[in-house]
């Protein structure tokens, strides 16, 4: 993963792809797209972004969401490995730029310095 992330920072940050981590579900925007393994019937289109190190709390905050008839804009798996290909910050960031955000959810783990650092952003 480290080879990786040192060969993509190579590039012009324009011209960058976004990695997101070896053990990510993946990363859906209901309407547009979808890469992984997120089960997509309960992902409606709305305003409110996820991040989640384990898939499945993703999973299920967007089920929460489904059944209170509350949208997503985008859903994001990093995994719950120790070195990510995206950090919570950098998602962040993401997600405050985004017109079709107005609120995130963010579902870390006890003791995990993304998540400290996150704290930190806001």
Same mark, same amino acid.
Request: proline share 2%; aromatic share 10%; charged share 20%.
């Given at each position: 993963?480290?080879?990786?992330?040192?060969?993509?920072?190579?590039?012009?940050?324009?011209?960058?792809?976004?990695?997101?981590?070896?053990?990510?579900?993946?990363?859906?925007?209901?309407?547009?797209?979808?890469?992984?393994?997120?089960?997509?019937?309960?992902?409606?289109?709305?305003?409110?972004?996820?991040?989640?190190?384990?898939?499945? $709390?993703?999973?299920?905050? =967007?089920?929460?969401?489904? +059944? %209170?008839? #509350?949208?997503?804009?985008?859903?994001? &798996?990093?995994?719950?490995?120790?070195?990510?290909?995206?950090?919570?910050?950098?998602? $962040?960031?993401?997600?405050? =730029?985004?017109?079709?955000? +107005? %609120?995130? #959810?963010?579902?870390?783990?006890?003791? &995990?310095?993304?998540?400290?650092?996150?704290?930190?952003?806001?």
């Amino acid at each position: 993963m480290m080879r990786v992330k040192r060969y993509i920072k190579g590039f012009e940050e324009t011209e960058r792809m976004q990695l997101i981590g070896p053990g990510s579900a993946g990363i859906i925007s209901p309407g547009k797209g979808l890469v992984g393994v997120m089960p997509s019937y309960f992902y409606n289109e709305g305003n409110v972004g996820i991040i989640a190190r384990a898939g499945t $709390l993703g999973f299920e905050a =967007a089920y929460q969401l489904y +059944k %209170a008839d #509350i949208g997503i804009s985008t859903s994001v &798996g990093v995994g719950s490995e120790t070195i990510t290909g995206t950090s919570f910050v950098e998602l $962040l960031k993401k997600f405050n =730029a985004d017109d079709d955000t +107005k %609120a995130i #959810i963010m579902l870390g783990e006890i003791g &995990g310095l993304q998540e400290v650092e996150a704290a930190r952003y806001y």
